[in-house]
């Protein structure tokens, strides 16, 4: 966890903007019975080079804002209701040209200057003075250039991740093909587009832009052989990105059908898909909800150590709370469509303030427990259609009071970097009872 | 970057994919092979298509038209084992045996000019209707399903009635009539394959929606087609031989359906032999590719219990 140590409940602000700011984010489900509010205002940053952990239990819209981020809630039933996700993307440095200097923090990336500003700081960048895109808002063309390589994605389960249809291989190769075709034509020696047929050839295939009579045409002597080199440089890129995620023997994986791996193997082959391009962000879905325990172990050391080394910022979900204080930084409790808690890891499971927060982390089972029933939050979560503006919390929370079922709790910072949207902490507006921590009996 | 194991030759990496593909290639044909009744279609296959292939130099072709059948008027009606007519001659003095291995190519072009069609038409709005949904998926189903309520041996009766009586004809009208099938599968099959993860792994890595339905989705929706193709081979020939006999392609096209049906009314004279060979031969040649088409789908799709 020493990554980062300028990030703690006691460390200074961050000098260096989030990576990604949610901004009051709302996605919303059109059904039969009326509008599901999955997410409904949340808000949070994701600092550089910080591993965020989104919690929460099923249903309650964490792997909805994660998707949010590539636009991948189907449209419809899903409606973007308002909101925004701001993402910074970086580039190599260029005091240090990658290798780590005291411009980019040792990290050999920096953000990338505001177009309009450049580096002024300005409205449009939110006196960042960084480039700015609203992700909820860009085309789908400028979408596609952002997803795999400065924004990427691990999933829940690696079986159903891999097509079953193209060897691994082909398959990570796919993403140097999208987005890193300029540098396979310098490895292939074919940049300057020598002759001027087979040069125009094959950078549109480096580019996946040939039809089948062009992939004739490059099969065929005369081209063959910088179609065999641009192919040959691209292995040489897959085995790397495939080795660095600790495959044995890649160059026999990049063979194999996914159905021929372990499940723990997959998902190393989607890691190395994901990180191939060294993003800038990493959302990881329940990476290891569908693995075993052990194989779950070998993976969060992975993914941890590519962090570090990468310096990548990650936003973890998960609903495993053990796991998210293995790796996060900084951990956002999530609850019914909202953030409830938000934290740095530390202190979210030694001071925990919200009473849903209290409440998972007292279910949490251990060695040292009596025998006897699970300790379980009573009630379920509350049904998401037009909710009332009321805590979402009320009718299974212990501390409940009169305020709470008449107004909606809003995040308030109590310490530095500790966020709860709670009444205890804060009054509401009116006179109504507010709760405290000594009305325990309902 | 960390240090790769330094592979084999590259020259060998390069063709890795190719050589990948032809290993499962070979691994499908293995259990193709394991089951009898599939080893069985193949052989009724392999066996009509060379005859077909190789027809000139069985029964010497007809002048000028090779597929018009050549009239013996001094030899009308001869049974088997005549001098000259091996399978003895039709009540117009056509060979039967040329009829039968003539009829073989003009059932392979049928089929074959049918399904590349049908496949080509149905697979092409059956993606458009489940890869896009909402409003174009439903104007183009209530279609399909206006054609699907038509019995598909009366439609196509009726559509070469209407277009006259020609051999061209026939095969327009059970184009225009079989492609429902395929859009009806293709549709089901895309629905359900982008529903996978991969597809939004696709996404995520940076992937435009037509290189997903390429890479993606249509390789992993086409093997109930495959399947479904391989049994309209024979099922098409059998409608073909169908309109034909009724009298739907021209007279004296060396086709089995008309064949028959020059046969037909020398049945109850004792004259068996014009009906019964051509006959057998639509029957062999679903019989065949129904019974690969069968096994081809056991092998495709493990899902489907085998019957037998």
């Known amino acids: ?18 990576v990604a700011s949610v901004k009051d984010l ?46 991948l809630v189907p449209m419809p039933p899903g409606i973007k209701a308002g909101g925004a996700i701001e993402f910074r993307p970086h580039h190599t440095c260029p005091s240090c040209d990658g290798a780590g200097c005291e411009t980019c923090d040792d990290s050999g990336r920096q953000a990338e200057p505001c177009d309009s500003c450049n580096g002024g700081g300005c409205e449009g960048c939110g006196h960042t003075g960084q480039r700015t895109i609203d992700l909820l808002e860009i085309s789908e063309k400028d979408l596609q250039t952002i997803r795999g390589n400065r924004i990427a994605m691990i999933f829940q389960d690696p079986g159903k991740a891999l097509n079953p249809a193209l060897p691994i291989g082909e398959q ?74 600790q495959i044995p023997n890649p160059r026999k994986v990049m063979d194999r059908y996914p159905h021929e791996l372990s499940g723990g193997m997959r998902q190393r082959v989607m890691i190395a898909q994901a990180i191939a391009c060294d993003p800038d962000l990493l959302i990881a879905d329940e990476p290891t909800t569908a693995l075993d325990v052990t194989v779950q172990a070998r993976i969060l050391e992975l993914i941890r150590d590519l962090q ?46 919200h009473p849903y927060t209290q409440g998972l982390l007292a279910a949490i089972p251990s060695a040292n427990h009596e025998r006897g029933r699970l300790v379980a939050i009573p009630g379920n979560v509350p049904e998401l259609i037009d909710p009332p503006a009321a805590c979402r919390f009320a009718g299974r929370c212990p501390y409940e009071a009169p305020a709470c079922t008449a107004h909606d709790p809003l995040a308030t910072t109590i310490t530095a970097n500790h966020e709860v949207a709670c009444f205890i902490h804060h009054a509401p507006a009116g006179d109504e009872e507010r709760p405290t921590w000594d009305r325990k009996v309902r | 970057m960390v240090d790769v194991p330094a592979g084999p030759a590259p020259a060998r990496i390069t063709d890795s994919a190719w050589r990948v593909r032809t290993r499962r290639g070979g691994e499908l044909l293995m259990s193709l092979l394991k089951n009898p009744t599939t080893v069985a279609g193949l052989v009724f296959i392999v066996l009509l298509l060379g005859m077909a292939i190789f027809a000139p130099l069985i029964a010497e072709p007809n002048t000028p038209d090779a597929y018009q059948m050549p009239r013996d008027w001094g030899a009308l009606a001869v049974p088997p084992g005549s001098p000259g007519h091996i399978l003895g001659t039709t009540n117009v003095g056509g060979d039967v045996l040329y009829g039968v291995v003539w009829g073989a190519r003009t059932s392979l072009r049928l089929s074959v000019i049918v399904v590349s069609l049908t496949v080509l038409i149905g697979v092409t709005v059956g993606s458009i209707a489940g890869f896009r949904g909402g409003k174009v998926d439903e104007i183009l189903m209530r279609i399909v399903d206006v054609f699907l309520s038509i019995p598909e041996l009366i439609f196509a009766l009726a559509i070469a009635a209407v277009l006259g009586p020609s051999f061209r004809n026939i095969i327009l009208a059970l184009a225009v009539v079989f492609w429902v099938k395929y859009a009806r599968i293709m549709r089901a099959q895309i629905i359900h394959v982008k529903e996978n993860e991969y597809v939004d792994a696709a996404r995520v890595i940076g992937d435009s929606p037509l290189r997903i339905y390429l890479k993606d989705i249509l390789p992993n929706s086409i093997t109930p087609v495959v399947v479904q193709a391989t049994l309209d081979m024979g099922n098409i020939v059998l409608v073909g031989a169908t309109l034909s006999f009724i009298g739907l392609s021209e007279a004296g096209i060396a086709e089995w359906g008309v064949l028959v049906s020059e046969g037909q009314s020398g049945i109850s004279a004792g004259r068996w032999w014009s009906s019964t060979f051509p006959g057998m031969m639509v029957f062999l040649w679903a019989l065949g590719f129904n019974l690969f088409g069968d096994g081809l789908r056991d092998v495709l799709d493990p899902k489907t219990e085998s019957t037998r």
């Open chain 1, 1 to 18: 966890m020493s990554l980062i140590d300028g990030i703690g409940p006691e460390a200074a602000p961050r000098a260096r903007p989030a």
């Open chain 1, 308 to 353: 570090q080394r990468h310096r990548t910022s990650v936003l973890y979900i998960s609903h495993d709370l053990s796991l998210v204080k293995e790796v996060c930084d900084r951990v956002a409790v999530m609850y019914a469509g909202r953030i409830v808690e938000s934290a740095a890891t530390s202190s979210i499971f030694t001071d925990p303030h």
């Open chain 1, 26 to 71: 709302r996605v919303h489900f059109r059904s039969k019975v009326g509008v599901v509010h999955a997410v409904d205002g949340v808000s949070f940053d994701i600092g550089d080079g910080e591993t965020l952990g989104l919690v929460g239990e099923t249903g309650c819209g964490k792997s909805v804002t994660a998707r949010s981020f590539l636009d």
């Open chain 1, 172 to 245: 990570v190769a796919e993403v140097f093909f999208q987005h890193r075709a300029d540098d396979l034509l310098a490895d292939a020696g074919a940049s300057d587009g020598t002759e001027a047929l087979g040069g125009a050839l094959i950078q549109r295939k480096a580019g996946l832009k040939t039809s089948r009579i062009e992939d004739f045409l490059l099969s065929l002597p005369p081209l063959r052989g910088q179609r065999t080199k641009l192919m040959a440089a691209v292995q040489t890129r897959v085995a790397e990105a495939l080795a660095e995620t």
